[in-house]
């Protein structure tokens, strides 16, 4: 089963464009200047011109008219390059500037003088209006003559000139150039080339003409105005009709890649690496089962939730008592994935279970749900935290509403541990009513509490793992937490809570959980990366509280096995420190990358999603289900 997106080797930023942006994020960062303002735009792309834009940086859009600039400012002139009577100007206006040039745009400056002084006639393939041509045609001294096509070779006058010197815009077509180059040739005898199309380019451009043909679509990324992302777009759509340009989420909504998968994903060098990842999972949404499933089931779920919650409250008549059910069915029902109870109902109906009990699975759905929302509140309490799914915790929103009504100081704590049991108790209660056999009922039940019982014991190693004053040889805390509190919880037993309400037994359980616990253990690697390197909106609550709470997480742990000697020591100084500073927190997730750690941990979550993905192979269940569940594991790859 091939993925239904598959990216590009070469993907986002190339050196040049990645120097130079880091370059000017140094520059901010530094606060030594009261303005800073670009010679043009630094990278072709919209979107990172914008968020430069947003930090403060000025845009000087015409190099040749560049006004009075204050004092204390500087001017970053861009990747591209410009002419030495840029440089002739800014010295002469004593105006202080830092170079961004790309190393290889400066080679091609170089290559045409070298040329030029051989007393070759310099002609430069390129687009003529490119801030990187016009910068180039001032290296030399007479006007050099450019060409884009074999068509234009042919309208030039060439009697006058007896050898020419070739160079070439850096992200030329390199099969167009051999063309024109051969065009030229039959024209002038002496033909002198120094290829300047970097090597990114060319390596872009024949990825995307050997895999286009092999897709059924292909999406190009960047931005319109992007010279190099336009020509692999010209170079896919030569090999595949069905190739988009996409230069933000937004346009992913304009074509439908449902029916067109599997996806060649390929972008410019000028396409940052989140915009990148965020029109994957925009065209995973289109097309991925696991989410057209969750968009059929998920709000039937949410549906009986409220109605469990509607049946209690209208026995109540206490405003604060009716306060509480509300905060609870509010939290209960935040924006979240669903994973459990939307597993719950594929293993029903992957194993067949009978449609006219579907109301049965959908009230095991609801309360494996509701059982979960318990177990945040209780989490949410022992880890402190103020946040949950990106609104306040349980306990917050119970402090806020009647800590000025007692003098219990703890009052919120102490109603969102029992407004937890409550919820406890509601899904205990929807469940045992199940419509089925007393023989289902029972292996439910059986199934049921053995989740809560190793997810309870999962949480107690977690409880062990935070906050330690220093490691203690031997404990594999993380192991021991993903497989309980994750894999278990999360994969595992929701696919057999579902499957016993089917009454079948042609299927050896050891099966699933040799297909959910690779799985699960993914998942929580991949929360625990989301977790500390991720956007706060990602996981709905802050992305310092791993690090600030001394979770034993994956990554620590195999960021501790690398490390020795003093550098060990400075880690786990900063990292078992009760009081963490920004400082320490930002050093800890440095030291994470740069020990190899991240990439470590993202090679092992792809091994076990593809074990996963084989052995749910061999499985037998129609291929609708085979497909939703290759589709969840699809969502995983990061």
């Not at 020509?231 to 595949?240: C, E, G, R």
């Not at 289902?440 to 059986?446: M, T």
């Not at 929580?524 to 977790?531: E, L």
Request: charged share 30%.
């Amino acid at each position: 089963m091939s993925s239904k997106i598959v990216l590009a080797q070469q993907l986002s930023f190339c050196f040049g464009v990645k120097k130079s942006l880091d370059l000017i994020e140094k520059i901010i960062q530094s606060k030594k200047y009261k303005e800073i303002y670009m010679l043009g735009e630094i990278i072709h792309n919209t979107q990172v011109i914008n968020d430069l834009k947003a930090k403060g940086i000025k845009i000087i859009k015409d190099i040749h008219k560049i006004p009075p600039l204050p004092q204390d400012s500087l001017l970053v002139i861009q990747s591209h390059g410009v002419g030495p009577e840029v440089y002739e100007k800014l010295n002469q206006r004593n105006i202080t500037y830092i170079d961004s040039t790309c190393p290889l745009v400066k080679r091609i400056h170089k290559a045409i003088q070298t040329l030029e002084q051989a007393n070759y006639f310099p002609v430069i393939l390129g687009s003529r209006n490119h801030t990187e041509v016009i910068g180039i045609k001032g290296y030399v001294q007479h006007t050099p003559i450019i060409i884009k096509s074999t068509e234009e070779v042919e309208k030039i006058d060439w009697n006058k000139i007896d050898k020419v010197g070739i160079v070439m815009q850096s992200t030329f077509f390199y099969d167009k150039a051999d063309d024109i180059i051969k065009a030229i040739k039959k024209k002038i005898k002496e033909v002198k080339v120094i290829d300047t199309i970097c090597n990114p380019t060319k390596l872009r451009q024949k990825e995307i003409v050997k895999e286009a043909s092999q897709f059924k679509s292909v999406a190009v990324v960047g931005s319109h105005n992007s010279s190099n992302t336009n020509k692999l777009y010209d170079l896919a759509k030569k090999k595949n009709k069905n190739t988009y340009f996409i230069a933000s989420e937004k346009e992913v909504e304009q074509y439908d890649f449902s029916k067109n998968t599997p996806i060649f994903l390929a972008s410019g060098a000028s396409a940052p690496t989140y915009l990148i990842q965020n029109i994957k999972n925009k065209i995973l949404q289109q097309s991925n089962n696991f989410l057209k499933f969750s968009k059929d089931y998920a709000l039937v779920i949410e549906k009986r939730i409220k109605e469990v919650f509607l049946e209690k409250k209208k026995k109540i008549k206490d405003k604060d008592m009716k306060f509480i059910f509300d905060s609870m069915q509010e939290f209960c029902l935040r924006p979240g994935k669903r994973i459990r109870p939307l597993l719950v109902l594929w293993g029903y109906f992957a194993f067949r279970g009978e449609k006219s009990k579907i109301h049965s699975a959908i009230d095991v759905a609801a309360s494996v749900e509701m059982m979960h929302a318990f177990l945040l509140i209780h989490d949410d309490i022992i880890d402190e935290a103020k946040l949950r799914r990106g609104e306040k915790s349980f306990h917050s929103v119970m402090n806020e509403a009647f800590s000025e009504r007692t003098y219990n100081k703890n009052v919120g704590r102490d109603l969102a541990i029992v407004g937890g049991d409550l919820l406890y108790f509601l899904a205990l209660e929807l469940a045992s009513q199940i419509q089925v056999s007393l023989k289902k009922k029972n292996k439910f039940l059986e199934y049921f509490s053995q989740c809560y019982t190793y997810t309870a014991e999962g949480q107690l190693y977690d409880t062990f793992a935070s906050q330690l004053k220093q490691v203690e040889p031997g404990k594999n805390y993380s192991k021991n937490i993903n497989l309980l509190k994750t894999s278990y919880y999360t994969i595992y037993y929701p696919i057999l809570m579902g499957y016993s309400l089917t009454g079948k037994t042609s299927v050896n359980i050891q099966t699933i959980e040799k297909i959910a616990v690779p799985l699960g253990l993914a998942f929580q690697m991949r929360d625990d990366i989301i977790s500390v390197f991720g956007k706060e909106g990602d996981t709905g609550k802050s992305n310092d509280s791993d690090i600030v709470e001394g979770k034993m997480t994956v990554l620590i742990e195999k960021t501790l096995e690398t490390l020795s000697g003093d550098k060990k020591k400075r880690f786990e100084k900063m990292f078992f420190k009760q009081q963490k500073t920004k400082k320490d927190i930002k050093d800890i997730k440095e030291i994470i990358k740069k020990t190899g750690t991240l990439d470590v941990v993202k090679k092992e979550i792809t091994k076990l999603l593809n074990q996963s993905k084989k052995r749910i192979e061999s499985l037998n269940i129609q291929l609708v289900y085979k497909n939703i569940f290759y589709d969840l594991i699809d969502l995983l790859i990061l």
